[in-house]
């Protein structure tokens, strides 16, 4: 014998074989629904954590790109430079500003790709014959990097972290290390170094295969 709910009551006894009502398999699909939904934003939120400090566009400055721009396509981009024979596997060019606040300086390695290139604050120690072979008009210090091209030199660290997220790990000096995400074997990189707070120095790598 079975028992019907009664002014709107739900009878907790229901004989053998007797379809669920209603409210109950409304009940399960719910919970279901929200089991699901629990998997899911659980699985989104490890997947952001895991790429959060990672970016996915390929390094590039100035027009050069790495792991795919050549030595001799630099120097029709940004003019001869001061070419440096020892750099590298097949040499590097240094590049100044016309005012002389920042440099450019490229590494190529196999196939005169260009594999390493860093962007600094200064001159460093380049002689007045060396500064005035490395001049060029086609290098912009203000040029940006990073996620919508929003960093530049002399960015704070608060800037790069909104930018960019925390660094995947720092190296022995203390540069903020950010790996490309969509690159295959080799890992690509960058690093951003600071001086009291600001960027002075970042380097953009593609180790050689």
């Not at 379809?19 to 998997?39: Q, V």
């Amino acid at each position: 014998m079975s028992f019907q709910p009664l002014g709107g009551t739900r009878s907790p006894l229901r004989s053998a074989g007797a379809p669920r009502p209603r409210w109950e398999e409304k009940d399960k699909m719910k919970k279901r629904i929200i089991l699901i939904a629990s998997i899911l934003v659980s699985i989104a939120s490890s997947g952001l954590a895991a790429e959060k400090e990672k970016v996915c566009w390929p390094l590039h400055f100035a027009g050069v790109t790495l792991g795919i721009s050549t030595d001799p396509q630099v120097a029709r981009l940004l003019g001869k430079g001061l070419f440096r024979k020892s750099d590298g596997d097949t040499g590097g060019r240094v590049f100044v500003d016309k005012a002389h606040t920042a440099t450019i300086h490229t590494v190529s390695f196999t196939d005169q790709i260009v594999g390493e290139l860093t962007l600094s604050v200064g001159t460093g120690s380049l002689t007045k014959a060396e500064l005035k072979k490395a001049e060029t008009a086609y290098f912009n210090p203000k040029d940006g990097f990073g996620n919508w091209h929003a960093l530049k030199l002399g960015s704070t660290e608060a800037e790069v972290t909104q930018n960019l997220g925390e660094p995947s790990e720092k190296d022995k000096l203390g540069g903020w290390v950010y790996y490309a995400s969509c690159a295959c074997e080799i890992p690509e990189y960058f690093t951003i170094y600071f001086t009291k707070g600001r960027i002075t120095k970042v380097t953009f790598s593609v180790p050689a295969g």
